[in-house]
């Protein structure tokens, strides 16, 4: 019999919380609560004041007004509505202008936007962080120009943990009249955010990092001159024209009554994290060779990236196992390619394969870190004696 | 459907590959052995053997094996070793790739790695051959 498993991989996704599960059931099925929220009978208006009630949550999470929001599929498509909407908007409706900035460490559903922006005429800049993985303002006001549209950077990165200053990166691009797109998927619920008083015009969100339901998401789009996007969908007059199909009212319903409880949580589920990550690192710390990927008073202690000398990655990985932990870029794990997120913070190609996320959640267990620390010093060594001296 | 359209991870290694990772019971050194070593594309290995007789038809007594490289390299030398180990020498130049990348699964994108066993295979066959030791019985210097 194989042995239980060990999830450690809160970043990738995590549980639905057994409230969200109870509430959304109830509402597929309830004979007051199917109903298309755009119909204009009284079973759709009931449907629709659910879906008002999650914005309404939703929106507090996330300190903005619940018409803010636009329910999209997740954070994909979120990212998607928000750079080539407010790119295109931007370049056809107001300046013409087409210069776009991101980062190279950025989640592929902003980078591959980019990049097919690039091929539709757009002149994308690609900005490297510093050692310490953070942007620096510095290194943003010399990308920015006069033809400059739109600035993307995600919150809290999903392989290293490490957190942007978003509130100065925001005035720089607020005072050069540059729209600011934040992806805070892996910070919604885990870190305070308040978007009345943060310098952000656009900031993607999703519900399965929050133990809420997938396939839901939102884009906040701010109330602010210049600030629109065009949609991606057409067919129909739902949220706007901005994002047209059925609500989804119970997965809606799920990610406000999820935001709801994570902004409870917000603040006992960091200091578990905090106390998770630090009991893992000092768990290996002594082992030759092996570092953090990024400081650790700069990242969100959910996520703790370590990397090892003279380690070959993917058997470690496989060594690793009961444990599911992630390398390289946890969407795209089957990918042989060193992440290149890493290699832009410096590590080398077998450094960068050697890296190993590991994330934790309100579930995660001393027991369970204390498993992940026997495994993974079991696999280092192992691995380790297996190789042979190098020879010149 | 085309394999590579698939949304849903695969499973990458078969239950053989599993077992062999896991217990390497040829993993080690052999002292005083004829031992090969390479280090290329981004995976190192060493073999060791030792035979037993001489002359015409001298027999594989022992192998090992020490690799840094993908679970596909170490289960692949693991099977090479337990394939081989009481075969005539002559039977290391009928060793390739094809067998072992079916039983154990390896997907082609690793080809180049278990090509990398096989070069040292026949690095092992000359080393053996070309050794003044060989023709005579005798077990050769530790490296």
């Given at each position: 019999m194989s042995a239980p498993l060990v999830y450690l991989d809160y970043a990738a996704s995590t549980p639905v919380d057994k409230r969200v599960v109870a509430l959304m059931s109830a509402l597929s099925v309830g004979a007051d609560t199917f109903a298309n929220a755009s119909s204009v009978h009284a079973a759709g208006r009931r449907a629709q004041a659910i879906v008002r009630e999650a914005a309404r949550q939703l929106s507090k999470c996330l300190g903005t007004a619940p018409e803010r929001l636009v329910w999209t599929s997740g954070a994909t498509e979120s990212n998607n509505l928000a750079i080539a909407g407010a790119a295109h908007y931007r370049a056809t409706r107001r300046t013409g202008g087409k210069h776009l900035i991101t980062m190279r460490t950025e989640h592929k559903s902003v980078t591959d936007v980019f990049r097919a922006l690039e091929g539709r005429g757009f002149d994308v800049t690609w900005l490297a962080p510093g050692p310490d993985g953070r942007l620096a303002t510095d290194t943003l006001r010399q990308a920015l120009r006069d033809d400059t549209q739109l600035v993307s950077l995600m919150h809290v990165n999903n392989e290293t943990g490490v957190i942007q200053d978003i509130a100065a990166i925001g005035a720089l691009c607020r005072d050069a009249g540059v729209l600011f797109h934040v992806d805070a998927a892996q910070s919604l619920g885990k870190l305070p955010i308040e978007l009345e008083y943060l310098p952000v015009d656009l900031m993607s969100v999703t519900a399965h990092k929050v133990y809420g339901p997938k396939g839901i998401g939102a884009l906040y789009i701010a109330?602010?001159?210049?600030c629109h996007v065009e949609p991606l969908l057409f067919g129909g007059g739902q949220q706007d024209r901005l994002r047209p199909g059925t609500l989804p009212v119970p997965l809606i319903a799920g990610f406000g009554a999820a935001a709801a409880i994570a902004e409870l949580a917000m603040e006992a589920d960091h200091a578990h994290a905090q106390r998770l990550s630090e009991r893992l690192w000092h768990g290996i710390r002594d082992l030759p060779g092996v570092a953090m990927t990024a400081l650790a008073e700069l990242t969100y202690p959910g996520i703790l990236s370590v990397n090892i000398e003279d380690v070959e990655g993917e058997s470690l990985l496989l060594g690793l196992e009961p444990l599911c932990v992630a390398t390289g870029s946890a969407c795209n794990s089957r990918d042989q390619e060193p992440s290149s997120v890493l290699r832009a913070l410096g590590l080398d190609d077998k450094r960068a394969q050697s890296t190993i996320r590991f994330s934790f959640g309100r579930a995660t267990t001393n027991a369970d870190i204390d498993l992940a620390v026997q495994r993974y010093r079991d696999t280092v060594v192992k691995l380790r004696n297996l190789a042979p001296e190098r020879v010149a | 459907m085309n394999a590579s359209r698939d949304p849903v991870a695969s499973e990458p290694y078969s239950a053989e590959l599993r077992r062999l990772f896991e217990r390497p019971l040829h993993a080690g050194e052999l002292d005083g052995a004829y031992r090969v070593y390479i280090d290329e594309q981004g995976v190192r290995i060493a073999l060791f053997a030792e035979l037993d007789g001489a002359g015409a038809a001298p027999v594989i007594r022992q192998l090992r094996f020490q690799a840094w490289g993908c679970p596909h390299l170490i289960a692949a030398a693991e099977a090479f070793c337990r394939d081989f180990e009481g075969q005539p020498l002559a039977a290391l130049a009928d060793f390739n790739e094809s067998g072992l990348m079916q039983s154990l699964d390896v997907p082609v994108v690793k080809t180049s790695r278990i090509l990398v066993l096989v070069d040292a295979v026949r690095l092992l066959c000359r080393t053996i051959h070309e050794s003044p030791t060989f023709s005579t019985g005798h077990k050769p210097d530790a490296p």
């Open positions: 109330d602010r001159p210049g | -």
